[in-house]
């Protein structure tokens, strides 16, 4: 079982619509970090978590620490938010600053 | 403009040869990481430095070296011993501890 499981793989949806992203993960984390990858291979951070909820425009992130869940929302959809979504995990235990990824969610925007 | 700069962006080589991919950062962060990832899946660390002159192995290191003589500087090179070297790496960096990790634009590695 992978330490970061992301859910759904893909999704698709029409422009405007809201849209969720889950993230569980298995072991205790200090932060949790949701990255966006364009189809060019670059990443970006979107955000980091250790408690709580983050808002960022039309993005909101939240973490349940006890739940070891979070999810990332997409307020009214647009095509340019297409991209892979990347959970990624910062263990506890681990020493330095070493990061668990989840394998992604492919998210398509249609207009 | 501070940032992580990875190049080239496309490189092929042939089967057999060393390639040595380039890392710089003037973020004067103190930890680099180098992940490579496959169509499908996540995310996966070859090597890591949390500090000049050291560095240590990652979950997949065999068939990768890597040098970090100086801070800003993180060079992967891809041995002739990686079995499956076709992928796309990607480098990051951050401060150590708890921090925002920033990440380059990744290099396709092809190998013919």
């Known amino acids: ?3 970061v499981e992301q859910s759904p793989q893909n999704l698709t949806a029409q422009e405007g619509e809201f849209i969720t992203i889950n993230c ?3 072991v205790g984390i200090s932060a949790l970090h949701w990255l ?3 189809p060019g291979g670059g990443i970006v951070s979107l955000f ?3 408690s709580g909820k983050k808002k960022h425009g039309r993005l909101i992130a939240t973490i349940n620490i006890q739940e070891k869940h979070s999810s990332l929302h997409i307020t009214a959809s647009h095509p340019r938010d297409s991209a892979v979504y ?3 995990v910062r263990d506890q235990e681990t020493s330095g600053s070493r990061l668990t990824f989840g394998e992604g969610t492919q998210l398509t925007v249609n207009p | ?5 990875q190049s080239p962006k496309y490189l092929f080589r042939k089967e057999g040869q060393n390639v040595t991919l380039s890392c710089e ?6 930890a680099m990481y180098w992940y490579r990832q496959d169509p499908g899946q996540g995310l996966r660390l070859i090597y890591y430095s949390q500090i000049v002159n050291d560095f240590q192995k990652g979950d997949i290191a065999e068939g990768y070296s890597v040098s970090r003589e100086k801070k800003e500087s993180f060079p992967l090179t891809v041995t002739s011993a990686q079995k499956n070297p076709t992928a796309f790496y990607l480098c990051a960096s951050s401060i150590r501890g708890p ?3 920033f990440f380059g634009q990744g290099t396709r590695l092809t190998v013919v």
């Open chain 2, 1 to 5: 403009d501070g940032g992580i700069t």
């Open chain 2, 25 to 30: 950062q003037n973020l004067n962060h103190d």
């Open chain 1, 36 to 38: 966006q990858q364009h």
């Open chain 1, 86 to 88: 990347i959970c990624a």
């Open chain 1, 1 to 3: 079982k992978n330490e």
């Open chain 1, 48 to 50: 980091m978590l250790s």
């Open chain 2, 99 to 101: 921090g925002r990790a």
């Open chain 1, 24 to 26: 569980s993960y298995s």
